[in-house]
């Protein structure tokens, strides 16, 4: 499969694994993968599915984060372990924005910076070439008293098939989206879905919704409305913000997104 170089917010290139991760929870003593995400911003921020998180909401309606935590393999196979913090998701899309405890450097205890995706909140054209990279097929267990995870990340290409500018259907996905073709499997749940003639995000892996008899039919969540979600307890250039809207996040420069 031909390799895509998704573009950062530097303008350099990075492969997918660079800003990409596996999103895994704790059950009984054992990792479980329940989806993957995509860094925005370059300490922690990040966006995924709602629904990756929707089994993890306590009987009051709070987030706990317990037990979930992202797996980011970096170029050389090093895999960092980020504990999510906090969580919150759009009332009415499948989006969430997480926010990951800082990876810190082993010697200088410094926070280390990680690769971010391009977004937009722009409508795309039918037809146009699409791809995803995404961790399906992760495997974990315990082999031998020692806890072992198997890691299959890979592209997925497709095309945008239809727009669906205010929602789907009232009951499934009352939101808006695209279909397309990219075959979602699972654990590719909340996986950014690029457009490859532009190099940004404009989507997410929603779970499959089939029903038609085509094998390779999925829905992405539009992003076009994740100006509306916001990241609480955020500290930016040493001034600490209770909230921050995504929206004002862009503005400030601290999210690529047009």
Known sequence: MTKFA???ANGAAAQGYDA??????????????????????THGVFLTAWHVFHDALAEKGAMNCNGIAAFHMLPDTTILLGQLLRSCHHTRSDIAVGVLAEALHDSTGAPLANKVMRLTTHPQQEDSEIVTWAYPRTSAGIEEGVHKIRFSPNFYNGFIEEHFPIQRDNHLMPFPCYRGSIEVLGGASGGPVVNLDNGRVFGLNCPGVNGSGYANLSHYSSLSVVGELWVDDISIDGQHHDRLMISELVTRGLVDCN
Do not use: E, N, S
Request: proline share 4%.
């Open 20 to 41: 990409i991760f596996a999103i895994m929870k704790v059950v009984d003593g054992r990792w479980h993968p329940i989806g993957t995400g995509f860094f925005i911003m």
């Open 6 to 8: 998704f573009a950062t």
